[in-house]
Structure formats: C-alpha cells, structure tokens
C-alpha cells in the first residue's frame, strides 16, 4: 500500500514555488532518496509477489497430482488441464491480484522518481532564469515612452 505522506508528497512534486527556489533545492535530494527507497521497497514487493505466484502454482500443481478428483478430474489430469486449473484457482487469482497491486504501485512511484528528476531541471532553469533577471521588475526606457531627448 502506497504511503499516504508519500503519495501526498508526490502530488506536490512538480508545484516548486519559483520564490523559494532555496528552499526547493534543500528539498531535493531528501525528497529524490525519500522516493528511490520506496521505489526500492515497491520492487522487492514486487519481487516477493512473483515468487509467491510460483510458490502458490507449484502447491496447486502438487495437489492436483495427488488429489486429481478434489479438482473435479474424473481421470488423471493432461497437463494443460492442470495449467487451466491452476490459472483460474482462487488461490493463484489472489496471488496475481497481489502482483498486480504491487507492480502499481512500483509504476507509481517510478513515475514519481521521473518527476523528481523533471523537477530538478525545472529548478536548474528557474534558478538560470532567476539569474538572467527574468522575474525582476519590468523597467521602462525613456524611449520606450514616447521621450526621446534632443
């Protein structure tokens, strides 16, 4: 389950407030490692989730071997009928539904990680833009007014 802080952080991501840019770049590393560690958890999640789905489809396929008629085979079981078995015994749907989640949520926060880096260049441009004056006051020539000096 995805952290609610984290998740609540992550929608903020991208909002840098171009007045705080000192602030924002303070922010940046601990929010980059905040991220790669749960991107870290996320995928060992997802990891444990596809040994668990082997786990589960190696304990289906032992029990249907030894059990044929608990899972309605009047005869002994082809080994497509077993494959069939397996993939639509609860046990397995469960297993992969839990796949599913965790390899969500490791998208997810891999799109948080490609945030976190697109906001790091939108603070190296706003600082270069901050430095070039972009954000100053707008200031007016005497030319540009209409009073040209003879």
């Known amino acids: 389950m995805l952290n609610k802080e984290l998740l609540k952080q992550a929608k903020r991501i991208l909002n840098v407030d171009k007045n ?27 990891e444990r989730a596809e040994a668990n789905i082997k ?7 032992k029990e249907i ?15 497509p009928g077993i494959k069939a078995t397996i993939l639509s015994h609860e046990r397995h749907q469960e297993a992969f539904e ?26 190296q441009d706003l600082v270069r833009l901050r430095l070039a004056n972009y954000f100053g006051d707008p200031t007016l020539k005497s030319d540009d007014i209409g009073m040209k000096r003879n």
């Open 20 to 46: 705080r840019l000192d602030e924002e770049w303070l922010e940046q590393p601990r929010l980059r490692f905040a991220f790669h560690e749960a991107l870290a958890d996320a995928n060992a999640a997802v």
């Open 55 to 61: 786990l589960m489809d190696a304990e289906l396929d």
């Open 65 to 79: 071997r030894l059990c044929p008629s608990e899972f309605n085979f009047e005869k002994a079981p082809t080994e």
């Open 98 to 123: 839990n796949w599913v989640n965790s390899k969500h949520e490791a998208d997810v926060l891999m799109a948080c990680v490609k945030a976190i880096d697109d906001r790091k260049y939108a603070l």
